[in-house]
């Protein structure tokens, strides 16, 4: 079976046009985190007098009610109107949209699922990370983390053209079987889930310093925008949450990975690299969630677990690909 060179060239061009749509979007995210963006919404007035100061209410209804200023936790935008974190949250998923007909172009051209090498991993990687993110926002309001999260998918697509870019071509024996989308599908998913998770630790490490800072009466680090997130306690229970649900999906990973190695193999396990490093992930997420479970680790010690369990999946991502060969060889660079 050919290769439509007209789609894989359209494929190409989506992904430019997708890399166009979240650098705006990075800028615009960026924008609202340096609370250039924002401007206090025409119903609330802030009237600081210190410790007691209170919001004043003026919008048609309100009477001049009064709340205490502390009601606001950190982080909550709700007085303020967000125009600029509305039109990045817009552009992106204009990027998503462009991102996802790229990689159905690329599928379309071969007449397969996009995951035959590392150019295809990260862009089909990198658009599930963007959906997931999009999605989590219609739970919580996880707008400020946009910068953190489009800033590595731009990223990772950048290196795919730069770095990973492969000719569109059919798939070597090995990965045709249906447990290919089973795998890779879960795979994803898990990894995306990661990815936001780590980018809520870095920013607890970071808010945890500045808090103990300002209980030790010291001046806080730069980073004007800190003031505007959450906590460090309520970033490190939002990562939890977001590992617990992908930890189990790894599992499962692992678990296809190993019934697709026996049917294809021979063996459920080979000691592959790519199998260990795998493997390496697991037990690095399950050492984080036990330490969590059992042992009452939180915060700082557990996010320095949690960063490493995420170095571990960033190198099977890339750097095992890269630096070893094995029975996943097929899935490396061009």
Known sequence: MGVN????????????????????ALIAFAIDLSGR???????VRQQEFGEGSVLTLNGP???????????LAAGDTSSEKRQTVAIAVM???????????????????????????????????????????????W????????????????????LAIAVFYTDAAQLVPALQSTWLVVHVSVAFVASALFVLGFSLTVLQLVQDRREALAAAGKPPLRGAFMEK?????????TSYRLYAVAFP????????????????????????????WSFVIWVAYASYLHARATRGWDGRRA????????????FNWFGVNIFFSGLHSYAGVG
């Open 229 to 237: 997130l959450p906590s460090a306690g309520v970033l490190d229970r």
């Open 5 to 24: 060179e007209n789609l894989a060239h359209l494929s190409n061009n989506l992904i430019y046009s997708a890399m166009a749509a979240y650098a705006v």
């Open 139 to 158: 739970r919580a309001d996880l707008r400020f983390l946009g910068t953190f999260v489009i800033g590595p998918v731009l990223l990772t697509l950048g």
């Open 303 to 314: 996010a320095y677990l949690a960063c490493v369990a995420f170095f571990c999946l960033m």
């Open 37 to 43: 963006g924002r401007v206090a919404s025409p119903g």
């Open 91 to 137: 552009v992106t998923w204009v990027a998503l949209a462009l991102h996802i007909g790229a990689v159905v172009c690329r599928g379309l051209s071969v007449d397969r699922v996009p995951w035959g090498n590392m150019y295809e991993f990260s862009i089909s990687g990198s658009v599930v990370v963007t959906a997931v993110y999009l999605i989590a926002l």
């Open 249 to 276: 999906l790894w599992t499962f990973t692992l678990i296809a990975g190993a019934i697709w190695a026996e049917k294809s193999w021979g063996r459920y396990w080979n000691w592959d690299p790519k199998e260990i």
């Open 61 to 71: 209804g309100a009477g001049g009610t009064e709340l205490p200023r502390t009601s």
